[in-house]
């Protein structure tokens, strides 16, 4: 077992171009991860024809696991892994752990997400359209928790979370009191430090250009 | 007979709360439309409607051509991504939206 190699975990990812930065930390700061298990909702077919037309980035393929898996340097990638269900977020932290060679801690101890957003989102409201972003975090909050309870996980989680706190599908302060709601003991958010992404959006085009917000939440505190 | 071709429209566009694209509560949005119309004029008129739809509007628009592919193919990641939407516009014959930076977006790069 690879002692104090830090590595993490990202949910509902797009594009491999858009995917999750995650060594960034609050206050500008970096902490530098040295793998990572990345996870998408589609299954590998789907996500290659959604956002990987042009040909996919991996190199490697992992075989006799229940999820589909690929691997392209210290990043495996997971796919249909639905960040609402518990046992799916275990599949994927099992699969990393089995090929890092770590515990379930040096994974699930940072768990990256960017703007989840729900889906069919251009036929709701705008506040419908929170409502079922609220519920989607919410799920997301507890989803983690209990995967670390079954997976034996004693410590405390960070769950960052990248999303503007002007993001009219889910302001800050919305954003905020779900995480709470989801179980979080603490959310804190960088104010100071501006992060520009792109952002695809759930039909899979090239996404545009937006400022976002780091958002941090404590799961899994006993306290 | 219709030969459908696609236009890109080089514009500034206003955008509200409402408008499906916001992620950061931006008042515009600068960027490309990519549009699959038989003439210019044409194109310009269903991208108008497109984003009457989105709670978004026209502000300014510095240029629009037809799309051909030899004029992006310089690498970089802009003309992958329009050549990428374009060649999709063009075979499902709908309105595409490519390159967009949000106002607060330009704020930010402006001050790095």
Redesign the interface.
């Known amino acids: 077992m690879a002692a104090n190699y830090k590595g993490a975990m990202t949910l509902a990812e797009g594009r491999y ?1 858009y995917r999750v930065d995650v060594d960034i930390i609050l206050n500008n700061g970096r902490d530098k991860k040295e793998f990572v298990v990345r996870t998408s909702l589609e299954s590998y077919g789907l996500w290659k024809a959604k956002y990987g ?2 040909g996919s980035p991996f190199s490697m393929f992992i075989k006799g696991t229940t999820k589909e898996a690929a691997v392209i340097d210290r990043e495996i990638w997971v796919f249909g892994i639905d960040a609402t269900k518990a046992n799916d977020i275990v599949t994927a932290v099992k699969i990393g752990m089995a090929y890092f060679k770590v515990s379930a801690e040096a994974i699930l101890n940072d768990v990256y997400v960017k ?1 989840l957003n729900a889906e069919s ?2 036929d709701m409201l ?1 506040q419908a359209l929170v409502t079922a972003n609220k519920k989607l975090y919410k799920e997301v909050c507890i989803a983690i928790s209990e995967a670390a309870g079954i997976l034996g996980c004693k410590s405390v989680l960070n769950f960052w979370v990248f999303s ?1 706190s ?4 889910i302001p800050k302060d919305q954003l905020h009191s779900t995480l709470k709601e989801g179980g979080a003991t603490s959310v804190s958010t960088d104010e100071n430090t ?1 992060h ?1 992404f792109d ?1 695809g959006d759930n039909f899979g ?8 917000n780091l958002h941090l939440a404590k799961l899994n505190d006993k306290l | 007979m219709e030969i459908l071709a696609v236009w890109l429209i080089h514009h500034k566009a206003s955008m509200t709360l409402d408008s499906p694209m916001n992620m950061d509560g931006s008042e515009y949005i600068v960027g490309i439309g990519v549009v699959p119309a038989t003439n210019m004029q044409e194109a310009l008129q269903l991208f108008d409607a497109y984003l009457k739809k989105q709670d978004m509007a026209v502000l300014e628009a510095w240029k629009c051509e037809q799309y051909f592919p030899k004029n992006f193919s310089e690498i970089s990641q802009k003309n992958s991504d329009i050549n990428e939407v374009a060649q999709e516009a063009l075979e499902s014959n709908k309105i595409s939206y490519v390159c967009g930076i949000s106002s607060e977006a330009l704020d930010c790069e402006e001050e790095q």
């Open positions: 171009n037309k042009s703007n989102e251009n705008r503007n002007n993001n009219p599908k501006k520009v952002v085009g090239p996404g545009q250009r937006f400022k976002t």
